[in-house]
């Protein structure tokens, strides 16, 4: 299957949230292909690079959740006034948003969102994640960490 539907998630935190699905490609080639890309290149310059790494990133842990057995559940978040949140990953009692970015240099309004949500009196996570296309840890042991996106043992 190369398409998903990402449900939304909306767990009493407001009443003012997009309910339709998200899409999203489980296979980036294919995504690529229908775009006209055609080569590794082409990617990181094409306008929707940030959605095509969403999108890998999403289908990456859609795959390790399979094939590990893991009963998670991933979701989106999105409030009618602009607010989103690209993934939350709902493991039993274990929420964690996560913010996905396909830029390669840390930027600290990376997890704004995520921070914004966490204060929310509803929400049901204290702890989030940035996923990024860079190379270092940072903010190791803060409740908003950003990682690497080759560091795909965080989901396991």
């Known amino acids: 299957m190369a ?7 909306y767990r009493n935190l407001s009443k003012r949230l997009v309910k339709s699905p998200k899409i999203v490609f489980l296979d980036p080639g294919l995504l690529c292909f229908l775009l006209g890309i055609h080569g590794p290149k082409e990617i990181t310059v094409h ?11 999403i289908g990456e842990i859609y795959k390790r959740i399979a094939h590990t057995g893991s009963s998670a559940r991933l979701f989106y978040w999105r ?38 949500w966490m204060q929310l009196p509803e929400a049901p996570a204290k702890e ?13 042991g803060s409740p908003l960490p950003c990682r690497p996106w080759w560091k795909m043992d965080l989901f396991t």
Do not use: C, M
């Not at 398409?3 to 998630?9: A, F, V």
């Not at 306008?47 to 890998?56: A, D, N």
């Not at 009618?80 to 964690?96: K, M, S």
């Not at 940035?130 to 190791?140: A, E, L, M, S, T």
């Open 47 to 57: 306008p929707l690079y940030g959605g095509i790494f969403e999108s890998f990133i």
């Open 128 to 140: 989030g994640l940035v996923i990024y296309d860079g190379r270092n840890d940072i903010q190791q």
């Open 79 to 116: 409030d009618r006034t602009g607010h989103e949140i690209d993934l939350i990953i709902e493991d039993g009692l274990l929420v964690l948003p996560v913010e996905i970015k396909a830029a390669s240099t840390y930027q600290p309004n990376f997890g704004k969102t995520i921070r914004w």
């Open 3 to 9: 398409l998903r539907t990402l449900p939304p998630y």
